[in-house]
């Protein structure tokens, strides 16, 4: 189980952490990932990172702003997001995968809603 939570609302400019549990299993020898979903919009790839850490990958929309990490002995990914805006309002959602790339990722958690004013 995956359990995303953090988000909120926030003004333009602003920054949030989002996090991600797992529980059940573990997902260390996984690549976890975050995407998000804006209203009438398709769900789209936020980042990701490999299982080891040695590798990250972001959409081009959100690098330089966001930051992805793990910590495997709390089970948990976080997004770090910096100089939000209102094109960031979705409903994010944490994954996890064999590979941190490809569009069918294995497991998926509920998301969390974040809200960006302007």
């Known amino acids: 189980q995956l359990q995303a939570s953090g988000g909120g609302l926030v003004q333009a400019g602003g920054s949030l952490r989002l996090s991600c549990v797992a529980s059940g299993r573990t997902f260390s020898s996984y690549a976890m990932g975050w995407f998000r979903q804006a209203p009438g919009k398709e769900r789209e790839f936020v980042a990701s990172?490999?299982?080891?850490?040695?590798?990250?990958y972001y959409a081009d929309s959100v690098k330089g702003r966001f930051a992805i990490s793990r910590d495997d002995a709390k089970n948990t990914v976080y997004l770090w997001m910096n100089s939000l805006s209102p094109d960031d309002t979705a409903v994010y959602y944490c994954?996890?995968?064999?590979?941190?790339?490809?569009?069918?990722?294995?497991?998926w958690g509920r998301g969390t809603q974040v809200t960006v004013s302007s």
């Open positions: 994954a996890a995968n064999p590979e941190p790339y490809g569009s069918s990722w294995s497991y």
């Open positions: 990172i490999s299982w080891d850490s040695s590798n990250s």
